[in-house]
DNA sequence: AAGGTAAGCGAATAATTATTCATTTAAGCG
DNA sequence: CGCTTAAATGAATAATTATTCGCTTACCTT
């Protein structure tokens, strides 16, 4: 018996990505994803029921990606400053990386694919970010402000400088991204 | 002779974009778009050429407009910040005023409907904020970074906060949005 | 008021795209 | 090694959707 191929589940998601990056949601078809992937159309049928199963598990699984990196080095024992630089500059390595993700994220939160129960559980995953600012609030370094206004406000700012950089097709230097954290923390600090 | 009418246009442009906003680019169909204006199919094609142009043309339109109205009441012989705080309020009233015009704005941008020319256009219109912020540098009110930057900055964090008062379906309250102004000013000032 | 012209219509058609399925291929197992 | 079973294929089919077209209706002109 021949078994399912979990890197087959991964090319497909990798050409799903970069089809609607540059093309968008309204622009990719099942046979562009297969052609991208290269294999056969009806291979997708094998490891997904249609193109909402597609497109549904792609989305979970690209916020997942990009929380489970968010606090790789925190350490809740530091002082506040360092430790939401550190997490503030793992999403947007993250993004600037993975920018097809962004996009497609994006795009789907406006479209008949997403299903109420897939947004539920990406809503779920950005708790521990709330819990950070709170804890800027506690320490009385961040203003006191309605903790979702600011994460959306910062969350806001990132994405965009990610998506103007890439169209603008230059890397982010280490010094525009030193300014662009200090933008960020004038606007939250107390 | 029977004229073309100018407000079927209209009708035709706020079918579109509620529809947009509902389902996504990726959702809508000229029979959905007719149906939603009270016109049979056929009517759209006196009016547009097909899908695309269609499309094309509103997001010309929805750009026109935002830049429009942005700096009404706008006076230069004004000091700096009550200007930008002008500007910045009727952004922000104008996006929440017109949601559906942001998120098909966004769809817009990673979509294969909008053709090199139209984006160009769409870039083109926003120099005015450009020279306000750069206003704001010389009077060394606002931060020497890359001016570019600073608007993507501003920009993206009111952007997000639409879309996020829109999701949570609560009015931005006066308090809530003067807040929201303050973060943008601690970020911008020198 | 009548004629001409283009808007408006919506069913019919054309084009595109999702999905299925009969067949082939290849991995695992004894 | 052969046998079994599910993956893989891609052409065929089904479903959806853009566009056309013959016809009707309403407005403008004279």
Redesign the interface.
């Known amino acids: 018996m021949k078994l399912k191929d979990d890197r087959k589940v991964e090319l497909i998601y990798q050409a799903a990505l970069k089809l ?8 990719i078809t099942m046979g562009d994803i297969s052609r991208e992937a290269g294999i056969a159309t009806g291979t997708l049928y094998v490891y997904f029921t249609g193109k909402d199963e597609l497109i549904n598990a792609l989305f979970a699984c690209s916020r997942a990606n990009s929380v489970q990196v968010a606090f790789r080095g925190y350490d809740a024992s530091q002082p506040f400053k360092p430790g939401f630089r550190t997490v503030w500059m793992n999403i947007l390595r993250y993004k600037l990386q993975h920018f097809e993700e962004v ?1 497609f994220v ?8 997403i299903t109420a129960e897939t947004r539920e559980k990406a809503r779920e995953l950005a708790a521990p970010f709330f819990e950070l600012i709170e804890r800027g609030q506690q320490e009385q370094l961040v ?1 006191q ?2 903790t ?3 994460l ?10 990610v ?2 950089t890439h169209y ?1 097709n230059e890397t982010l230097s280490k010094r ?1 991204i030193d ?2 954290f200090n ?2 923390w ?4 107390a």
Chains 1, 2 share one sequence.
């Open positions: 609607v990056a540059r093309k968008g949601l309204a622009g996009v994006e795009q789907c939160f406006h479209s008949p694919y203003k402000a309605d979702s206004l600011l959306t406000f910062i969350m806001g700012a990132l994405n965009e400088l998506k103007q603008s525009k300014l662009t933008l960020c004038d606007a939250l600090k």
